[in-house]
């Protein structure tokens, strides 16, 4: 039996331009200490889009209300019609709840492909800087780079074992910088300012990507312009913000 989705699920879906699905549950485990994967099953490659495209989860919050939550995907599988999500375990709230909990067969309502930051075609080099909650997305968006392309990633994180690294083809130029946040707080630019300051950029056009914590960014994308990086270079998505749940949408407040 085919589940349908929620009617606010397919009135959104047609709103954004998307697809509305039920999706349900194959595995959820934790990767790292702070990493956890979830696996969702139905018509995965039309909701997972192409690289850099993300998903929208509709859940339920404490208080019983219906959110809705954004995450990259971090991979698809055609053949087990599985995409693979990667979502931060370090904090609280209705998204990090319902990825520790879910249970192999639980449905949930998915609307996608979301998001507008794909892979720049003409760049020769990607570099790739953010927090835990981008790692998904930044190997998705590397693994989509044609050899003899380069990338890079610079990425804070908190625990040893969340240095996750990925396959890539043979021929890629990879640089993997993991930034050690030692206790400095979420919304702290300060490391990942230092990892993109002792980084050369290569020659040819670059382009960064910079997903992650509002106030975070915001210092690397002003970092990235006074080093001469153009404004069409440089592509922002704010994933999250220090001290706020995201909206009900799922995006976190921008003023
Ligand atoms: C386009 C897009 C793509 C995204 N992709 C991913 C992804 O692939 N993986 C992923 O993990 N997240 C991703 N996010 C971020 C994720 O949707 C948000 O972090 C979301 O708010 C988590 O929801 P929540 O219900 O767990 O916490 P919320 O209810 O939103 O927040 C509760 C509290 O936790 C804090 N918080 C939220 N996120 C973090 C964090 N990462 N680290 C520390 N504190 C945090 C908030 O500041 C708040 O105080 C993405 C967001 C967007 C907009």
Redesign the pocket.
């Known amino acids: 039996m085919t589940l349908a989705p929620d009617p606010s699920s397919l009135e959104l879906a047609e709103r954004l331009g998307a697809s509305a699905r039920v999706m349900s549950v194959t595995s959820s485990v934790a990767l790292s200490s702070c990493?956890h994967e979830v696996r969702l099953r139905g018509d995965a490659a039309l909701v997972a889009g192409v690289a850099g495209n993300?998903v929208m989860i509709r859940?339920t919050?404490d208080r019983g209300r219906a959110?809705r939550?954004?995450?990259?995907?971090?991979g698809v599988d055609p053949e087990r019609d599985e995409l693979t999500?990667?979502?931060?375990s370090?904090?609280?709230?209705?998204?990090?709840?319902?990825?520790g909990g879910a249970q192999e067969g639980d449905v949930v309502d998915v609307i996608g492909p979301?998001?507008k930051i794909v892979l720049d075609p003409l760049a020769d080099w990607h570099l790739f800087v953010g927090?835990?909650?981008?790692?998904?997305?930044f190997y998705r968006l590397a693994q989509s780079v044609e050899v003899p392309g380069k990338v890079i990633f610079i990425v804070e994180i908190d625990h040893a074992d969340d240095a996750l690294t990925a396959p890539f083809d043979e021929g890629l130029g990879v640089t993997g910088i993991f930034v050690d946040r030692q206790g400095r707080a979420?919304d702290d630019p300060a490391g990942l300012l230092k990892g993109l300051a002792a980084f050369a950029f290569p020659p040819d056009e670059g382009h960064a990507y910079l997903?992650?914590?509002f106030h975070v960014l915001k210092a690397l994308a002003a970092a990235l312009r006074d080093r001469g990086l153009r404004d069409e270079a440089i592509s922002v998505?704010?994933?999250?913000?220090?001290?706020?749940?995201?909206a009900d949408h799922?995006?976190?407040r921008k003023d």
């Open positions: 990493l993300d859940l919050d959110v939550r954004r995450y990259s995907v971090r999500l990667w979502i931060t370090d904090h609280d709230g209705p998204g990090v709840r319902w990825a979301r998001g927090d835990l909650s981008a790692l998904g997305a979420s997903f992650g914590e998505k704010s994933f999250w913000r220090q001290g706020h749940a995201n799922g995006e976190p």
